[in-house]
């Protein structure tokens, strides 16, 4: 049998080719990562991307979340507010109604109720960072004003647009309720509309007819608000919802995408030793039958 | 009946044969390292016998040269698969190179710089933030800088992608003067073959003519046709003659189309050569294959997210209250990104447009400044079908498992190769280099067998003095 005399080169690619993987190896042990290049596991590096993706998503959804609460909160203090001051308005209007008080009592309460007025027009032209809360998408512009006397007119300067909040699985989450449907939202429900009507009830000193009316009215609207509140605690208690279950899913796909791109470096090691030892061994033999051959003998 | 002379001359023949075979033994042992050298065997011949009067006489041995020990379908064979695994080799190291620019993101900070993948997520990311706070300038700032950066990082992995397709080329036109050097030796050879050796092993010259076939077979795909009198033809692997006798035909270069192509006379053999095997094959492949196909993928990525973006972004109001063009024709465009041509050369020509963020169009069309839902359809469209038929996560995602397969692919066919290549190395080796025990035992049988020789010559030699001085010992000696 022939054998090929220079098999010392094919012992000398072995040990290079050992080399390479001790290098291989190292490399991954120092940068923690079992895939550091897409060769290495194509099917990884690619569901790597999409782990990442929605790993930054929730990431980023949480910061989000974090700036709208401040303003969804602002907004409910804001209308609970509103609640606190017309139910005060209504217990004003009550005792006005029952016949016992005097001209001059009755337009101390009529000034009372402007007051309250005037706390509710504040409030509902809230504002958040230097935007106005309660006036749709025109968040630039004053969304309330009053003008003229007994009965004195609100106008609404804003309009009826929504934003929403979109979490990473989609869920539209509403961030704001237009203030005309809060305060202005017309016949039983105007809020202003019947502060503004109860004050000139009053105005004269003398309860005007429709006071009675006005007064139930007003307690309808307060409902309402209460109604339109609901709105935003709802959004609010999605809002958290949605921000933990973010942040639960980042945790769970982190595990996942650490699981899938980090290197097990217990078996690397094995693995390294193992090399180690072929690598010695290669040498040995080389070293040992490198030397000469049968006419060293002659 | 033999005479003590026709002993004398057979045994200077046998003398001399030996010594000759000891000459082919020398150059066997000078040559153990020369690359390409086949070891050579001594031919022995037994002369013819004569017959006088009717008694066989033996006359002898004769040394009638050295042949090489080669098997040429082995060779071949060697040659055919080295073209292979040269291919896969440059391919795979053209290939690796492109890789390189795409590492897999870790999930830290740092290893997040220049990934495309991140810079996707982070844009839209930056989308979704403004939907919480439309009018903010810094959440505006933000989404024009993870604009930069996505568009940054796209046209600068597609210019170091062209930069390395030009590496290649340049790399690929350089071969042309080593196979045209490679194809004129083999012709050379290939007419002094036909004029010294046309009916046997041409010895050295063989040698040499399987070397440069063997340099060749590193260079260019190619198939070896044996002719009439020991001559060689070569051609390319579709049939295009490179050397056929003892004349050549050089390949020349010339640019089409802005990379080379290779000419044989007139004719083009690029992907001829591109599908044929060896270094040249290899580059060739991945210039014209896998670059063209990395590129069109970021081309198609850059152009699916720009004209996307562009579109929705002109659909709404910026912070001035001033629709787009999707608004009001008459208006002047809000495009975020520089608005592709074509997909073509798209991912090199991404940037971005605008420079004011109050320019971002967060607002529906006709809402007022602190709507947002324009930004919330901006940032839904990270998950719509915008880059050919799927999102932009998943389609770079597909994308970088695509580049990552065809890498594995081509590294796990060349180590098949290269192994291969080293088992057909070792039984060309086994049979035709020089293994220096087998000249070791060669030597000593000589030597003996020459000693031997002498040893004879010295007996007649006294015979024949005897013979001479006819018992008289001191006449002659």
Redesign the interface.
Known sequence: MRVNPSYISNLAASLNQTQAKVEQLTAQLSSGQRVNSLSDDPLAAGQNVLLLNQIQRDDSFTQASSLVQGQLQVADSALGGVVSQLTQAISLATSANNGTLNASDLKSISNQLAGVRDEVLALANTSYQGQYIFGGSETGTVPFSISGTTPAAATYNGDGNVNFLVTPNGQRIQLNVPGDKIFMAGNANDVLGTLNQLIADFASGQASSTAIADTTALSTAVNFVSQQRVVLDNSLTRLTAATEAAGNEKMQLTAAQTNLMQADVADIATQLSLSKTQQTALQSVIAQVGAGSLFDKI | MGTISSAFSLISGALNADQSALSIVSSNVANANTPGYTREIPNWQENDPVSINGLECGTGVTQTGATSVRDRILTERLNQQQQMAAASGSRLAA??AI??L??????STSSRAGDI??D???F???L??L??????NALRQQVLSTATTLAGDISNAARMVSTQRAALDQEAAGMVAQVNALTASIAQLNGQIQSTSPGADAGVLEDQRQQDLSKLSQLIGMNQITTENNGLSIATTSGMTLVSGNSNYPMTTGVVNGVTHFFVGTTDITSDLASGGGSLGGYLAARDQDIPQVLNSLDQLAYGISTAINAQNNAGTNLNGVGGTGVNPANPSLDIFNPPVGVTGSAAAMSVLITDPNNIAA??PA???????NT?AM??L??FAIVNGRSP??F???F??????I??EV?TENTAQTASV?QL???T???S?????D???A??QLQRSYQAASQVFAILNTIMTSALNLGVQTAVS
């Open positions: 290939l690796n890789q390189a795409f590492t897999p993101d870790s999930g993948g991140s996707i997520t982070g839209f990311n930056s979704s933030a939907e919480a706070n439309p009018t903010n607002a529906g809402a007022g400044s602190g709507d947002d839902s919330v940032a839904g990270a998950d996560s998943n770079f995602s597909n970088v498992t695509a580049l990552g397969a890498v594995g590294q080293t190395q070792n039984q080796n086994a049979l280099a020089v293994n220096l025990n000249e070791a035992v030597m000593q």
